[in-house]
């Protein structure tokens, strides 16, 4: 049996090279070729537009964000957009472009676990961050709905708890 035949099987196989049993699961992604991505075109003609970052290419479309010329090399696509890879880099560093996102802060967890610490200012600190920011987006894997009005909860009743705590100690 060769390892490909040793693929995508229901039972255990054996290893065709040292016999320990095995298990092979391959995505049929696997097989298929690799989609390149299209060249850009040589510039034919002196009067074409040529692309911002390689001159030699012919341009097919500015960049929605700056207006620069792009050739098919540059352009990025992005929900029906396209972007210079300069402005699709900028945008999502500085959250101008909403789709790019590779980090988001879990404010509702923060919010939650300042409440549960045992000091005045965590308290304050979890109805501060409720507060300011109850409408930003949450997690997109495990969204936590009850945290925020939990953590607000909490953080009331920790204020007030050390507020009647003070208030005993002063006026005893």
Avoid at 15 to 33: D, H, N, S
Avoid at 132 to 152: C, D, H, I, N
Wanted: proline residues 7%; contains cysteine; aromatic residues 12%.
């Amino acid at each position: 049996m060769t390892a490909l035949q040793s693929f995508n099987q229901a039972e255990l196989t054996p290893c065709p090279y040292c016999g320990a049993p095995l298990q092979v699961e391959i995505f049929p992604a696997f097989f298929r070729p690799v989609a390149t991505g299209r060249d850009g075109e040589a510039l034919m003609v002196e009067g074409e537009s040529s692309c911002f970052y390689h001159p030699q290419k012919k341009a097919v479309l500015p960049c929605d964000a700056c207006g620069r010329f792009l050739c098919a090399l540059c352009d990025c696509e992005l929900h029906g957009q396209h972007f210079c890879p300069a402005c699709l880099e900028i945008g999502g560093r500085k959250k101008r472009i909403e789709s790019v996102e590779n980090v988001r802060v879990l404010y509702a967890r923060q919010a939650f676990m300042l409440s549960l610490l045992p000091f005045l200012i965590t308290g304050l600190a979890a109805i501060f961050v409720f507060l300011r920011y109850r409408k930003e987006p949450g997690s997109l894997v495990q969204p936590m709905r009850w945290a925020f009005p939990t953590a607000l909860v909490l953080g009331i009743l920790q204020v007030l708890a050390y507020t009647s705590l003070i208030l005993l100690i002063v006026f005893r």
